[in-house]
């Protein structure tokens, strides 16, 4: 199929390519940081990643999240408390992670109350789709963990779903948590469910 050439998707294609020419500009060492390291897909204000990093010195971890101002308080955090493991990015997760260098092995991901998007015509923007569990088994460790909480029963359903049917992930029997610290959404949500998967093979994309 021939792809679109609409001036409009065409101007979409250039400010992706600029978004991550200009992130690879900035951040190149902080990617080649992370092979062992630990990613936190929409940090919002970074409270679990800055705890973590804390107690994980000899461990890069990234934050990255859409909105500039929760990553401008996340910035401060990590300042505020000197670690030089921590470092929180705006970036969006798929334009994001296509840029860590493809010999990266991830230890771990984690995704803290993700936007649920309950209705269904906007399933299809939610973050855990078959692409993305493809893309981040390409920077995975085979091993690695995927760290998921949602207080969405459906969205909860949906990933424990997409996670049992893709042959690159098995779901965990037994959840781990790798450090437990309240996040702001954790704080004004109600009751939430976790899960973790294992990346069982890295993928070649
Ligand atoms: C509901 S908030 C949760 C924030 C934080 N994890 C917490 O628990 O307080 C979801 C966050 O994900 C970010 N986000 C949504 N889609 C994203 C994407 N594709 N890439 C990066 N961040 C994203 C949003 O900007 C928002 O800050």
């Known amino acids: 199929m021939e792809p679109p050439t609409s001036e409009g998707y065409l101007k979409e294609v250039q400010k992706r ?3 991550q020419s200009s992130l690879l500009d900035r951040y190149q060492s902080v990617m080649e940081s992370l092979d062992q390291g630990v990613l936190e897909i929409g940090c919002g204000h970074g409270h679990w990643l ?3 990093a804390s107690q994980n010195s000899d461990q890069c971890c990234v934050g990255i999240d859409l909105m ?3 990553v401008d308080k996340s910035v401060k955090k990590a300042n505020k408390n000197e670690l030089t493991n921590l470092h929180f990015i705006q970036a969006e997760a798929i334009e994001f992670i296509e840029l860590i260098p493809q010999g990266t092995s991830l230890a771990a991901v984690v ?3 993700p ?5 269904k015509r906007h399933f299809r ?3 855990i789709q078959p692409d993305f569990l493809d893309l981040l088994a390409s920077r995975m460790n085979v091993g690695g963990k995927l760290y998921f909480r949602t207080d969405h029963h459906g969205y909860f359903d949906w ?5 049992t049917d893709h042959p690159l992930w098995t779901l965990d029997s037994e959840l781990v948590w790798p450090m437990e610290r309240s996040t702001y959404f954790q704080e004004i949500k109600g009751p939430y469910q976790s899960l973790s998967a294992t990346c069982i093979q890295k993928s070649a994309k």
């Open 17 to 19: 390519k600029d978004r």
């Open 50 to 52: 800055t705890s973590y």
């Open 68 to 70: 500039k101002h929760r």
């Open 111 to 113: 995704v803290l109350f």
């Open 115 to 119: 936007d649920p998007w309950p209705k």
């Open 125 to 127: 923007r939610r973050l």
């Open 159 to 163: 990933t424990t779903e997409h996670f």
